[in-house]
T-cell receptor, first 114, second 114 residues
């Protein structure tokens, strides 16, 4: 039981390049999330998926797209990377997206955009 | 909108000292409150939670009480250990906004010296 896995762990891009961050969970959770973590700002929600087939914007969605490929997988795509997207990206999942439900986090992807 | 405010760090303590990390929140509805911990190089892990006023969450010697009258959820531990060194995040989940994710504070780094 691996929990939430993310690939890659580290990535360096040049401005304008594209890439996809992969996330998978093996807990049969309905809801999945993408956050970014910046120094002094905590985690901010980029996109979430309450269930398979649905996605919604979070607090900071500009410059990103997501795909809920199936119940297990939720990917985050940067179409044209910018230095402002340098951050640590965390994927999370939860059984339901209501109150009081624990979110389980992956180990993160550290992205640097030059 | 929702927000979470935490005391700035780093907090540096000697082993066996008493720990308090302050957290206050603003929410439109009736939130659930969480403390997450992030060890170096890892993702976030749920430490404890409380889902209604006057509830006390506890785990691994840490405690926090949901105080609606002061909109606070302060984290405490009676005797810290070196292994408690980490970044601690206060967070809330508020169904009233319709957002199905967590709002995080900026995090407080705890350093425990032997």
């Amino acid at each position: 039981n691996a929990g939430v896995t993310q690939t890659p762990k580290f990535q360096v891009l040049k401005t304008g390049q594209s890439m996809t961050l992969q996330c998978a969970q093996d807990m049969n959770h309905n809801s999945m999330y993408w956050y970014r973590q910046d120094p002094g700002m905590g985690l901010r929600l980029i996109y979430y998926s309450a269930s398979e087939g649905t996605t919604d914007k979070g607090e900071v969605p500009n410059g990103y797209n997501v795909s809920r490929l199936n119940k297990r997988e939720f990917s985050l795509r940067l179409e044209s990377a910018a230095p402002s997207q340098t951050s640590v990206y965390f994927c999370a999942s939860s059984e339901e997206s209501g109150l009081g439900n624990e979110q389980f986090f992956g180990p993160g992807t550290r992205l640097t955009v030059l | 909108g929702n927000s979470v405010t935490q005391m700035e760090g780093p907090v540096t303590l000697s082993e066996e000292a008493f720990l308090t990390i302050n957290c206050t929140y603003t929410a439109t509805g009736y939130p659930s409150l969480f403390w997450y911990v992030q060890y170096p190089g890892e993702g976030l892990q749920l430490l404890l939670k409380a889902t209604k006023a006057d509830d006390k969450g506890s785990n691994k010697g840490f405690e926090a009480t949901y105080r609606k009258e002061t909109t606070s959820f302060h984290l405490e531990k009676g005797s810290v250990q070196v292994s408690d060194s980490a970044v601690y995040f206060c967070a809330l989940s508020d169904q009233g906004t319709g957002r199905r994710a967590l709002t995080f504070g900026s995090g407080t780094r705890l350093q425990v010296q032997p």
